[in-house]
């Protein structure tokens, strides 16, 4: 006997070939019911032409499952022939084992990252009977991720662990796809499957080890409490505050990194927030990486949504509350200002701070927070001295210097210096102003609905009255020329802070088509227009003067409209600066014989460098590209969970459900379709409900991508991208995938697991 496994076991098993099938069929047929009597059986394929080292053809082939008695049996064995052509090899064989019983959980296991080649376990599993869940794409599956040698594992997976470095000893040198099972109350795991898994391993496992130690220790020594920080601890999230995830993405080359933290999350986020009323933060970096992987300190977070009234042990509990909560609720992590903390005075705050009370803050201290809260809003909204039109000033200024530095003749490296000087004192800073601003718009509209002076209709209605520019750029692309269209919107990029994705105005073609119709298209969609009752207008009067709110009514709303409109307009400001700013950028590498993606890894910070001093341009520009693409392999060979909770989560971690799979490291611009669209295929980003392999076919086409709904990393769509390098995003979940689907043109980028709208 040969084949014996310690950490598993294989049911029984028989298989024959297809030739063995044509000349035996009936005494194949009758040895299999004499081996397996009465039992429910699975039929599966073997093709010659499945799991080789170049393509696992995964989900290619039949398998019939719960198939009972001789005819059936039969008919499935026929199935499988059938899938394997019109013309199947005689040495394509067939397997047929009993099907397994009370099965309480199963799923498919990697010994290695698909997407990077790291030796990460990846256990993708669902609970429950049916063993296809997750290779079907199923929507009630579960990811676990574990580093090489991680402990903190919970014992099931921890069994399907041991299985995989049990095989990765029989097959030494080989990544593998593993599919299996746990039976019984006993958790019995059964080996279903194993194959090749189609990628070239890029780290090894003491590398990767040796890189999560030094984050666990960094992660360890930054949760110890800071003589000038409030709360006892910190958490560490992609996505809360100014959300890097959805900025810069979680592997941003080098150069997008750099240019983040210079211009908004050193030191200009803190700068802002302290003169709108909260704690002082300044020196403190709101962003901090690991391995190149851009996360926020949350602990930095919370202390900087504190007023500066609230002091001493009221801030210390406001900021343990507050992660408490979030750790608690991980999914809030993109929510935290709508849904934990208390940063602006609204007018359903009374209510809201029902839940300070009930987590055992006092009356004093909830009124001390609300009155902290209302002066500081009072000083944002006040409709003569409102903090907001200090900010919108600025953006005038901006403009001004702009066209002064590029019509003034400076040498590249200055000019970029100065674009980006400028663009955090006029750009930059007012827009973190702004924001807040527009925030705080944004909670005041929503309490006047909790609060039932507005109905979720006035809200809409208010909302789709705003003159935003995402607005004006729909209207113009409809009436404006394309030269004319170009000249205003033309420096916008899909990543805004990204050296390789084109400007508008360098490809116009992939991002507006023949949208451009010329002066007399139509320029304004209908609305219903948003106005005020007088019995609302006495309302919102009255609520103003009972929670001590300084504006009046007119005033209010022209707080709400510009802080809201302005918020998009600053961005669409500073952005100009930043844009030109990077193809000076690119400019300047290609003027010493380095290509946009070369540049792409260096570090904005060389051009301060060479500003201040006067080292050769070329050999500096080569130091920091070749530096950074020392570190990126790093970045690209780390996962890490979206939100880090303790210095263990860097080892073994559960994605979050709501996560999607980003397939390859690879990006793409398509346009939007459905799979039944085979006319639009080519060049398509198709988008389909599940990671079904009935959906093979779209591989057959030319598409450039793949979103689906539901899924797994290791589901079949998932492993058959992998191999032919497609981006795809596999279980986007409802929410984005629905988001996603109605756009016309999108820009996937799996490195950066960010998506752009783009029209």
Known sequence: MYGQLASARIADLTWFSVADWRAHAAEIADNIGHLFPGDALIVRSSSVREDTRTSSMAGQFESVLNVLGSQALVNAIASVIDSYGSAPSPQDEILVQPMLSDVRLSGVAFTHDPATGSPYRVINYSLGKDTEAVTGGADQTLTFVAAPGAT???????QVIALLEELELLFPGTPLDVEFALTGESNILYL????????????????????????????????????????RSTVFGVMPDWNPAEIIGVRPRPLALSLYRDLVTDAIWAYQRNNYGYHNLRSFPLLVHFAGQPYIDVRLSFNSFIPKEITG???????????DRLVAAPALHDKVEFEIVYSCYSLNLPERLKELRAAEFSERDCEQLASSLRNLTNRVIDKDTGLWRSDQAKLAVLAQRREEILASGLDPISSIYWL?????????????????????????????????????????????GMDTVSGQLGRDLGCLDRSSFLSRYGHLRPGTYDILSPRYDEAPETYLGNTCKGPDAETREKHNPFSLSLAQMRAISTLLREHGLSSDVVGLFDFLQAGIELREYAKFVFTRNLSDALSLFRQLGKQYGFSPDEMSYG?????????????????????????????????????????????????????????????????????????????????????????????????????????????????????????????????????????????????????????????
């Open 313 to 323: 042990t009221l801030a210390d509990r406001l900021v343990d509350y507050y992660i």
């Open 420 to 464: 980006l000087e400028d663009c955090k004192r006029y750009g930059t800073l007012p827009f973190a102003g702004l924001a807040r601003a527009g925030f705080i718009a944004v909670q005041m509209l929503k309490s006047l609905v909790a609060v039932g002076v507005f109905s979720s209709g006035d809200y809409d209605r208010f909302m789709k």
């Open 192 to 231: 279903l499957q194993v194959r090749p898994l189609v990628l070239s391993p890029q780290k090894s496992g003491a590398a990767l080890q040796e890189s999560l130690a030094r984050i666990s220790k960094k992660i360890g020594e930054a949760q110890r409490p800071h003589p000038f920080l409030h709360g």
């Open 152 to 158: 903190d594992v919970p014992q099931q997976i921890a």
């Open 603 to 759: 570090n904005i910070a060389c051009i301060k460098e060479l500003y201040a001093g006067t080292d050769d341009p070329s050999a500096v520009l080569a130091r920091s590209i070749r530096e950074g693409k020392e570190r990126y392999q790093e970045t690209c060979a780390v996962w890490l969970p979206p939100l880090i909770t303790r210095p263990e989560d860097v080892f073994a971690f559960h994605l979050p459900a709501c996560q999607p799979n980003y397939i390859t490291q690879n990006a793409v611009t398509g346009h939007v379709i459905k799979a039944d669209e085979r006319s639009r295929l080519e060049g398509g980003i198709v988008f389909i409900p599940s990671a079904d392999p009935g959906f093979d076919w779209l591989f057959s086409h030319p598409i450039a991508g793949l979103v689906t709904a539901y899924g797994g990393v290791n589901s079949h769509m998932a492993i058959r991208a992998h191999e032919l390098g497609l981006p795809a995003i596999i279980g986007a979940g409802e929410a984005l995938f629905q988001r996603w689907s109605q756009a016309r043109y999108l820009h996937i980028d799996c490195a950066g697991q960010r998506v752009n709208i783009l029209s």
